[in-house]
């Protein structure tokens, strides 16, 4: 079954979602964890939005909204649910509405809850990697062929967007790079080792903490010496 594609929120109906997320993703204390009652009882289609009423659904969309802009990109976000076997995932379809989306199935957004402390961080560490996949599609126009490479420069991207979460919230950085890097490792070789993930993402921490924020130019030339050096 094809996707239904979700409609965009207004910027009135962002700001509160803005606010849910700076509440959310402070790290000195354990999360409320994501109760899946609430995600599926609005679960009428494979892909969904998140409810607008729910705390995860708007925090989720003001995590995306923020850590887009960084990227100056606005993908949208469609939720899968039940067992799909994917994980989350930045996909462009020039000239459709959404031309780019990131799709988060619904069992993932629930492992990582349930199994993690700093749950917030890594699901922001997650978006972050996916948005400069869009930010790589959109330069070339088209949904291409994701390399090492490629996947090496989005890690360096989310650990620049950790650099900066970690200039305003407090969380175990150490632990947060190594789950993305070792939980998210493919055997295939498509994203690099885990130990040029770990670098990456651990340079690009140093580049966000000290730096602070950057213009996009100067982001993709960082990306691309991030990705050689790992």
Same mark, same amino acid.
């Given at each position: 079954?094809? #996707? ?45 939005? #998140?409810? #607008? ?39 462009? %379809? ?12 619904? %069992?993932?957004?629930?492992?990582? !809850? ?34 090492? +490479? +490629? ?18 919230? %407090? $969380? ?10 070792? !939980? ?12 040029? !993930? ?6 690009? $921490? ?25």
């Amino acid at each position: 079954m094809k #996707p239904v594609v979700a409609l965009a929120w207004s910027r009135r109906e962002l700001l509160p979602a803005l606010i849910a997320a700076l509440a959310l993703s402070g790290g000195t204390a354990r999360a409320a964890a994501l109760c899946p009652e609430e995600w599926n009882a609005a679960n009428t289609a494979p892909f969904r939005v #998140p409810p #607008p009423e729910g705390g995860e659904g708007r925090a989720l969309f003001g995590w995306c909204a923020e850590i887009g802009a960084l990227f100056e990109v606005s993908p949208q976000i469609m939720t899968i649910s039940g067992q799909c076997g994917t994980g989350i995932e930045a996909h462009f %379809d020039r000239g459709k509405i959404p031309e780019d989306y990131i799709i988060v199935p619904v %069992d993932k957004m629930i492992e990582i !809850r349930r199994n993690y402390f700093f749950s917030n961080i890594v699901i922001q560490g997650i978006l972050a990697h996916e948005c400069w996949h869009i930010d790589q599609f959109r330069r070339e126009k088209k949904e291409i062929k994701i390399t090492p +490479h +490629h996947e090496l420069e989005a890690d360096g991207m989310a650990g620049y967007a950790l650099g900066l979460l970690k200039r305003d919230h %407090d $969380f175990d950085v150490r632990a947060v790079i190594r789950w993305l890097s070792v !939980r998210t490792d493919h055997s295939d070789g498509s994203h690099g080792t885990s130990e040029q !993930r770990q670098n990456a993402l651990s340079w690009g $921490f140093e580049y966000g903490f000290t730096e602070g924020r950057q213009p996009l130019k100067i982001l993709r030339q960082s990306a691309q010496q991030l990705a050689e050096a790992a």
